[in-house]
């Protein structure tokens, strides 16, 4: 059960640093936390929340880089900060690896503890909801876009639910790289909201059939690109959308986990499956550069306060949204 009650302020460390939050984002990841996961223990109480953005309150004496008043973007990632993985920048590969919000309690609050090193400078002139609303979903995307998926010029990309974090995202910076887009949505206000981001093409994924759809769009061809998070409902038609030589990239599966695949069009087709699950802090700071160069833009569905953050919840569990959901405290 979601409640908003008083906490203890969080205490950091020599290592840590403690942010006044301003904004904090909605991600599917709170709700799955919330609804518990197989292998998964979260001990209780548990504060939710990745995505946070805030003014710097504490840092210890030794940190050089920022003091207390800065304004920030916290990375959401946490690595150990000192295995090979870390050290090579693949943070999200080692094995101490978890998420603030996630495996430590995150920014659905007042006041949160971070690793010093996961601040990074607020880009100027943003204001703090925008800021909390693109690290994990435009991480994530352009993860799956471009360093999995490796997507330029010449490329078809197929981004499934464009009304979701990652799909806004995924559509942009698909674009960015000079790909063509065909998105799906599901009504029309959706739809346009997808085109105005730059979408080529929109699928009415309640009312057409999405795979009818890509098949006369590309003149049969197939998708050279499908980024995938649906899941279940979505999986088998995404796996015959992809043209030969295609990538699927997966980041999450909202609909259900347990799909089958025919594998015949796996080694007929030569199809690359890639499973994505957030990357380096490496990568997070080209996506910030990005967004102070204003080549990515943020989207943002609606704010609630801290006290709502169980209507918030709610928003994002019936897919009314389009973009993020953030919470301002
Ligand atoms: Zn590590």
Known sequence: MLRYEEAPDPVPS?????????ACALNHLDLWARNGLPNVEIPLPHISG?????????????EKEFRKGDEVVVSPGIGCGRCDRCLSGK?????????????????????????????IRKPEGMSFVDAA?????????????VTKAGTGA????????????????AIQVAKLHNAQVIATAGDSSKMEKA??????????????????????????????VVVEHVGKATWESSVKALAKGGRLVLCGATTGADVTTDLRYVYNKELTIYGSFMSGKGELLK???LFREGKL????????????????????EKSAHFGKIVLTV
């Open 195 to 224: 085109k105005g981001l730059g979408a080529d093409y929109v699928i009415d994924h309640y009312k057409q059939d999405v795979l009818a759809e890509v098949r006369r769009i590309t003149g049969k061809r197939g998708v050279d």
């Open 287 to 289: 996506v910030v550069g």
């Open 91 to 119: 943070d999200d590969q080692c094995r101490q690896y978890t998420i603030l919000g996630y495996g430590v309690d995150g920014g659905f609050a007042e006041l949160v503890k971070v690793p010093r090193t996961n601040l």
């Open 133 to 145: 609303s693109f690290p994990l979903v435009f991480l994530t995307a352009y993860h799956m876009v």
């Open 154 to 169: 010449g490329d078809t990309v197929l981004v499934l639910g464009a009304s979701s974090g990652v799909g806004v995202a």
């Open 297 to 316: 833009k943020p989207v943002v569905d609606s704010t609630f306060t801290l006290e709502q953050a169980a209507d918030a919840e709610m928003r994002l």
């Open 50 to 62: 990745c995505d946070v953005s805030g003014v710097v309150e504490w840092v210890p004496a030794e």
């Open 14 to 22: 020599c290592d840590e640093a403690l942010v006044r939050v301003r």
